[in-house]
């Protein structure tokens, strides 16, 4: 049927979750077009569809995701009326749109690492494994790889790695992740419940209808464009210690620095939901799908006595508080880099973070939108002086209010807790694009 999904030729990063414990990012320049169509061509076989993925998934060891910039498709030989058909955010560029963004101060382009704001970003190798031994196999092999091709270099990587507990995901301040993800229509999967009903695939993956009936990516040629999709890559140092800090300085005894952590979050570091969870942790709760994501806003907790209007769980999903949600959900992957703060540890001054891309079919309207009103309006649920606290632009002017009977708690002041480190939009084509854009000539 056209409208299934083509497994077989979506990139698996956009439908599955691999058990990935570390793994490498490598961002690449193309200094000569057929030098990196020679280094597309012998991985191009190696990047895996969903479906080949789903089918292999207990015995691989290694998974290889390939995206581009738009400055990259040129690089590769891209025709001029090919790239004019993408949309102006991803020709732009992440780094030209900060001020969209708000990535501004120490947020801003300048202040990235790596070289992810200049032009000569052109694509990046996600090198995902299930182990140390594999990632250092494979970069060994990726490495070679470089040295055989000659107009392709690494403009820099950064490298991945999980750490205790290993038996569920987290970021370095604690709190579980990978809790609240929509389902795409025809993928095969079911919303858990709480997650809202399996969204039309035109949302995330380029060449399908959307909610709207209008078949993402109609601008570009199908033959790049089908079952492609956009990557926004978003690097976060995470200050473990200035949150720890935080906490011990504006919050009493051990219970009471949770909840105050957990009200910055709107959830407690189990996973568990402060509306369902309003006074303690429950981690049984945290760790049960079928129970963590199962409520609502608009009549379980319409004031925030429970979770904060403006905690960072409720901006990034208001769920049934946010007009014409199906169409700003997004797909979320990444990774935690950088070792952990020990308990009890002083701040170390050592860079650690999350690495996460979002997965949309139109940065402007899904991804942008999200920074510029959920994350960074000061008025996003009439609160009128806060941005959000754990990833919107902190800079030590901005309050974060905890509703309370018969009087709330402002914290005035809130410090910056993440800082963003680098970013990109990526374009991740289907394997179909892939050939075809290995097969490109200098003459096209």
Same mark, same amino acid.
């Given at each position: ?28 320049? &193309?200094?000569? $077009? ?5 280094? +597309? ?13 789903? !089918? ?33 955010? =991803? ?14 101060? $120490? ?12 032009? !000569?970003?052109?694509?990046i190798a996600i090198l995902f494994a299930r182990d140390d031994d594999e990632r250092r196999r494979c970069v060994g ?10 107009? @392709? ?17 987290h970021d370095h301040f604690g709190f579980r992740d990978r809790l609240s993800q929509p389902v795409i229509e025809g ?26 009936? @209008? ?24 200050? @473990? ?13 051990? #219970? ?17 939901? +402060? ?27 319409? &004031? ?43 701040? !170390? ?7 996460? =891309?979002?997965?949309?079919?139109? +940065? ?14 000061? #008025? &996003? ?7 959000? $606290? ?9 309050? &974060?209010?905890?509703?309370?009977? $018969? ?9 910056? =807790? ?27």
């Amino acid at each position: 049927m056209p409208g299934m999904l083509e497994l077989d030729d979506i990139q698996h990063i956009l439908l599955t979750r691999t058990p990935a414990m570390t793994g490498r990012y490598e961002f690449l320049t &193309f200094d000569r $077009p057929a030098g990196g169509r020679a280094w +597309l061509r012998e991985l191009m076989d190696r990047a895996q569809s969903a479906a080949d993925v789903r !089918d292999s998934m207990e015995e691989s060891s290694r998974w290889i995701t390939l995206a581009f910039t738009w400055t990259g498709l040129r690089a590769l030989g891209v025709p001029e009326d090919t790239l004019n058909g993408f949309p102006d955010a =991803f020709r732009e560029g992440m780094a030209a749109r900060a001020d969209i963004l708000g990535d501004v101060g $120490p947020n801003s382009p300048q202040h990235w690492d790596g070289g992810l704001a200049g032009g !000569d970003l052109h694509a990046i190798a996600i090198l995902f494994a299930r182990d140390d031994d594999e990632r250092r196999r494979c970069v060994g092999e990726h490495d070679a790889l470089l040295a055989r091709c000659d107009g @392709v270099r690494s403009l820099s990587f950064l490298d991945l790695n999980a750490h205790p507990p290993f038996n569920y995901a987290h970021d370095h301040f604690g709190f579980r992740d990978r809790l609240s993800q929509p389902v795409i229509e025809g993928s095969g999967e079911e919303p858990t419940p709480g997650s809202g009903a399996p969204l039309k695939p035109g949302e995330f993956i380029l060449g399908y209808p959307d909610e709207a009936g @209008v078949v993402a990516g109609e601008r570009i040629p199908a033959i790049l464009a089908r079952n492609g999709s956009y990557l926004a890559y978003r690097r976060l140092e995470e200050h @473990v210690g200035r949150f720890r800090e935080y906490l011990a300085d504006n919050a009493g005894t051990p #219970e009471e620095q949770e909840l105050l952590a957990a009200k910055f979050m709107g959830r407690w570091r189990s996973g568990a939901p +402060l509306v369902l969870a309003p006074e303690a942790d429950d981690p049984e709760l945290g760790a049960d799908p079928l129970r963590n994501n199962d409520f609502n806003y608009k009549e379980m907790d319409p &004031f925030g006595y429970a979770c904060p209007l403006g905690s960072h769980a409720r901006r990034l999903n208001p769920r049934d508080t946010a007009h014409n949600m199906n169409r700003r959900r997004m797909i979320r992957r990444g990774a935690t880099y950088g070792p952990a703060l020990p308990d009890g540890a002083a701040d !170390d001054g050592v860079d650690r973070g999350i690495a996460a =891309f979002i997965i949309c079919a139109d +940065l402007a309207r899904q991804f942008e939108f999200a920074q510029n009103v959920w994350i960074n309006d000061k #008025e &996003f649920h009439e609160l009128g002086n806060e941005h959000d $606290p754990i990833c919107g632009s902190q800079d030590g002017t901005l309050d &974060f209010t905890v509703p309370k009977r $018969p009087i709330r708690k402002v914290h005035k002041g809130i410090p910056a =807790f993440t800082t963003l480190r680098g970013g990109a939009y990526f374009f991740l084509p289907g394997l179909g694009a892939l050939r075809y854009l290995a097969g490109l000539t200098d003459q096209e």
